[in-house]
């Protein structure tokens, strides 16, 4: 069995952040929420491999991994879905871009 505090780490910060981002596109921000966890459990692993916490380490980078992956797949689904409903029915995107076009030359008149 591998030695935990002998094997290289893997920083999963990054990994978390990039999920945080792309959450954003994820319905209701699901995907953003689970990215601040994986933030938080990316960190923690940090601090724990401070501590020669080797076992809590290992257990909060999978966590952050994991809750990262999520984060990525609940935005692409997402995306591939918008995308789709994009190509099957432009004219309702069209209709929300004209609200939103009326709703700039509203307030500017104000």
């Known amino acids: 069995m591998e030695n935990l505090n002998q094997r290289e ?3 999963y910060l990054p990994l978390s952040i990039i999920s945080t981002l792309l959450g954003c596109f994820s319905p209701c921000f699901i ?3 689970l990215g601040i966890i994986a933030i ?3 960190i923690q692993a ?5 501590k020669e916490d080797f076992v809590g380490a290992n257990n909060a980078e999978k966590y952050a991994k994991i809750l990262s992956y999520i984060a990525i797949a609940i935005a ?3 995306m591939i879905y918008v995308a789709y ?3 099957t029915n432009p004219e ?3 209709e929300i871009m004209d609200e939103i076009q009326r709703n700039i030359e ?3 008149q104000k």
């Open 9 to 11: 780490r893997t920083n």
């Open 31 to 33: 995907g953003f929420v």
């Open 40 to 42: 938080v459990f990316a």
């Open 46 to 50: 940090k601090s724990k491999v401070a």
């Open 76 to 78: 692409v689904v997402n």
């Open 85 to 87: 409903l994009y190509k």
């Open 92 to 94: 309702y995107f069209q």
């Open 106 to 108: 509203n307030s500017q």
